[in-house]
């Protein structure tokens, strides 16, 4: 690799090298390694890395492939091997038992949010009515997808009954826009209670229990089953054993296994509840790699994989069931075209194929988030005064990108702004002058620490909010008479971050004419959820756009610039801002972190070690999370971990809802859960979730880490995570350090490798041909 300052060994630390950490012991480390209930009689038990840690990315090269796990459900984090090792396991014994399963899935705050919205629907479409410029939804839809949509559109508006093919407990949302009591909220300094799962009723799970040792899976199941398939689960897995598939964990051999074990002979690889079931699985599988949709010829692939005789008859029988809808991306050639004719009487192919029509299966959550994300994304264009005479706040900025944000933003309704670390000055030069202006602008982030950032950039701390507090109504102006967000102005920083569904709840609480800023870097790594909303954005050009020309200054930001194109350069770091580690093995790899962590920062820098984030690729592993953060705690925290496996002063990173990962610390445990302090704000985590919500976080992964800094980070590279690291991954890795960072490299040419030819994941998604084919500003007038 092209050598950074500081590679020669020692630079930062000369300790002997120490083995490999041994697993940790139970109820030490935490919901990781919590003992599970055995479950070694059912053969081939569920692959736990089919279920990603609920706060990583999807799709993400976290997990490194080839990185060993313990294997029990609570390691179900670790999606290192992702579709190669689930097409791998495709002809595995079907006769398998289905074992443990990680625990259920919740719906995410963005997910209630979604259900909320659904009941209001009427108004919604009346709204959008009313407007002078109507904007036309579904327009990307024909035939039978079009059917489809409109169906779903007069389940959701109440018109018509429907049945979901997954019966799956209605979320109990309040309204989406609650009429404000008073102009500010009100406040609360109690702390913040983390969300509970919907109790299950003891007969339910008895029931359940009983169905369960019937196929001969696990009782271990019942819990998650009833989380995922409601209070009807032992009915509904009597009658359709496949459900089981929506189970986290679960794979198609163990649903397998247990259908033929309750059904006999009467089931077979053809039967319809079995295909539909794939389909679904198919989907939410995909959904968790960050793709809203599925090629169709992928779909029927993955099923002739799964030894289903007709893929093609599946797929039909899945869309006629409601499991999923089928959109047609392209256009397709009219009759004319068809018969065209060249002059010498015969067609030219060429050009009749020359837009070929992709036929997509998606999840009608997605699909209807996308289409309600760029409906609410067009509105705010067409509605936004475009009249606005900001000039005298352009020339009083204190650079010139900043400047150009603010004059584009005088122009437009909706922005895209990107540039690194540094420009996020601009975003905060922006709402101060809106604000001098006397209009209501924001700043969102998605992190704490990123609101303090943006405080401390505007220099008001009520200008900047985290997103779950602005939705919420626990931070920011709350909501006005209509029920939409009282802003003129929001601008949302780390838009990367942004998933489908969150980004469809924000923009729909946007009011008319209110203006909206994306801001982010598009180099670091995407969000947790499924969707690609800012690069969406960005390739469709369905707004302005403003590119930042204000450099990440300093040694790591040179650094982090030349990843960002390609490029692993050597940089010059006197002040060794910047230091590489070399290192043999894994073992020399924790041993080098912990006295990175304790010692050598601390003492050549003056950063204490809870300034410090360890980051590395996998969960799993010798040098994974795990095996780091039990590492780090005999060091830096030891204890018996007395409150389920922590202990007071213990770092963690906690998981409210997929995809949000909030580092705390340790205070204390009473009855009422364990109670955390994340950046301030007091969090009480009730027992039952802890197992399932929190872990220790002196390490975390790069997703985990994504939005945050640290005055100084140590990225941990071991051997056996080279197939994990990509360029988006080592970019956001690489930048999460401000004074300092120190790599621990053990990957040898893999690393310039990712940076020079490993890109991000593609990911399949309707949002951009749907922005596309949304009429302009211009257009609509």
């Known amino acids: 690799m092209t050598a950074l300052p500081g590679e020669t060994p020692g630079t930062v630390g000369t300790d002997t090298p120490q083995d490999t950490v041994s697993p940790p012991e139970a109820g ?15 053969p081939d038990a569920p692959d736990a890395s089919d279920t990603p840690d609920p706060s990583d990315a999807p799709g993400a090269p976290d997990a490194s492939e080839g990185v060993e796990s313990s294997g029990t459900p609570a390691d179900a984090d670790d999606d290192a091997r992702g579709d190669a090792e689930a097409e791998a396991d495709a002809d595995a014994d079907a006769d398998a038992a289905p074992a443990e399963a990680a625990p259920a899935v919740e719906l995410s705050e963005a997910q209630a949010e979604l259900a909320a919205q659904r ?33 779903v559109r007069a389940v959701e508006s109440g018109e018509k009954a429907g049945t979901a093919f997954f019966d799956r407990p209605a979320a109990t949302p309040a309204s989406r826009r609650p009429a404000p009591a008073a102009a500010q909220p009100t406040r609360t300094s109690a702390p913040e209670a983390a969300p509970t799962a919907r109790p299950a009723t003891p007969e339910a799970l008895d029931a359940v229990r009983a169905v369960l040792a019937e196929g001969g899976a696990p009782e271990a199941l019942a819990r998650p089953a009833v989380g995922a398939l409601g209070e009807q689960a032992a009915e509904l897995l009597r009658t359709d054993p496949w459900q089981l598939l929506s189970v986290p964990g679960v794979r198609p051999e163990q649903a397998d296994g247990f259908a033929r074990a309750l059904l006999g002979a009467d089931c077979g690889p053809d039967d319809g509840r079995r295909t539909a079931a794939l389909v679904g699985w198919l989907l939410e599988r995909a959904a968790l790699q960050g793709h809203t949709a599925l090629d169709a ?38 009759a004319d075209d068809a018969g065209a004719a060249d002059s010498d009487g015969e067609t030219d192919e060429a050009d009749v194929a020359r837009e070929p029509v992709q036929v997509l299966l998606g999840l009608d959550r997605y699909a209807l988030a996308e289409e309600s994300l760029a409906d609410g994304l067009a509105r705010l264009v067409n509605a936004c005064e475009k009249a606005a005479d900001w000039a005298e706040a352009a020339a009083a900025a204190p650079g010139p990108s900043a400047a150009e944000l603010i004059r584009t933003t005088a122009a437009a309704g909706l922005v895209a702004h990107s540039g690194g670390e540094a420009a996020r000055a601009e975003p905060a030069a922006l709402i101060a002058a809106a604000r001098g202006l006397g209009l209501r602008a924001l700043g969102a982030t998605h992190s704490e620490d990123g609101r303090r ?20 109504g626990a931070q920011g102006p709350g909501r006005d008479e209509d029920g939409a967000l009282a802003l003129d102005l929001l601008v949302v920083l780390d838009a990367p971050q942004l998933d489908v569904e969150g980004a469809a709840v924000l923009v729909e609480a946007l009011a008319d004419g209110a203006r909206l800023v994306l801001s982010g870097d598009p180099g670091v790594l995407g969000s947790a959820g499924a969707g690609r909303v800012f690069a969406d954005v960005l390739a469709s050009h369905a707004c302005p756009q403003v590119v930042s020309r204000t450099p990440d200054p300093g040694p790591i930001g040179e ?9 692993l350069n050597q940089v010059d770091a006197p ?72 202990d007071p002063g213990d770092r963690v990173v ?27 704000v007091p969090v009480v985590v009730p027992q039952e979730r802890v197992e399932s919500s929190v872990r ?86």
């Not at 030490?28 to 059912?42: L, M, N, Q």
């Not at 919604?124 to 939804?137: M, N, S, T, V």
């Not at 990175?596 to 410090?612: K, N, Q, W, Y």
């Open 28 to 42: 030490v480390e935490g919901p990781e390694h919590a003992e599970a209930p055995d479950a070694s009689d059912a």
């Open 119 to 151: 009941e209001l629907r009427e108004r919604i479409e009346k709204r959008k009515a009313e407007k002078a410029a109507p904007i036309a939804a579904g327009t990307g839809l024909s035939g039978t997808a079009a059917d489809l949509l409109a169906a």
């Open 297 to 334: 010829e992928a779909v029927r692939t993955a099923l002739a994989e799964r030894a289903v005789g007709d893929p093609d008859a599946a797929v039909r029988d899945a869309v006629e069931k409601g499991v999923a809808l089928v959109f047609q991306e392209g256009d397709e050639p009219s």
């Open 453 to 472: 950032r943006l405080a401390a950039a505007t220099g008001d701390p009520d200008t900047a909010v985290t997103l779950s507090g602005l939705l919420s």
């Open 559 to 567: 650094l982090v610039s030349g990843i960002g194109i390609g490029e």
């Open 575 to 646: 002040g060794k801002e910047v230091v590489i580690v070399p290192v043999r093995d894994a073992g020399e790899a924790v041993h080098r972190t912990v006295q990175l962590v304790a010692d050598s920062v601390p003492r050549a820098f003056g950063i204490p070690a809870e300034e410090t984030q360890v980051i590395t690729v996998g969960h799993g592993g010798a040098a994974g999370t795990r095996a780091l953060n039990e590492a780090l705690k005999q060091r830096l925290n030891p204890g018996p971990g007395r409150f389920g496996g922590f």
């Open 654 to 680: 906690h998981v409210p809802a997929p995809g949000r990962a909030v580092p705390g610390v340790v205070l204390s445990a009473d009855a009422e859960g364990l109670r955390l302090d994340c950046g301030g």
């Open 696 to 781: 220790h976080g002196w390490a975390l992964s790069a997703h985990q880490a994504a939005g945050m800094r640290w005055p100084a980070a140590v990225v941990v590279l071991p051997g056996d995570a080279a197939q994990g690291l990509s360029r988006p991954w080592v970019y956001t890795a690489f930048g999460r350090g401000e004074r300092h960072l120190s790599v621990v490299h053990g990957v040898d040419q893999a690393l310039p490798h990712a940076v020079a030819q490993v890109p991000a994941q593609e990911r399949t998604t309707r949002l951009r041909p749907l922005l596309e084919a949304l009429p302009t500003p211009d257009a609509a007038s």
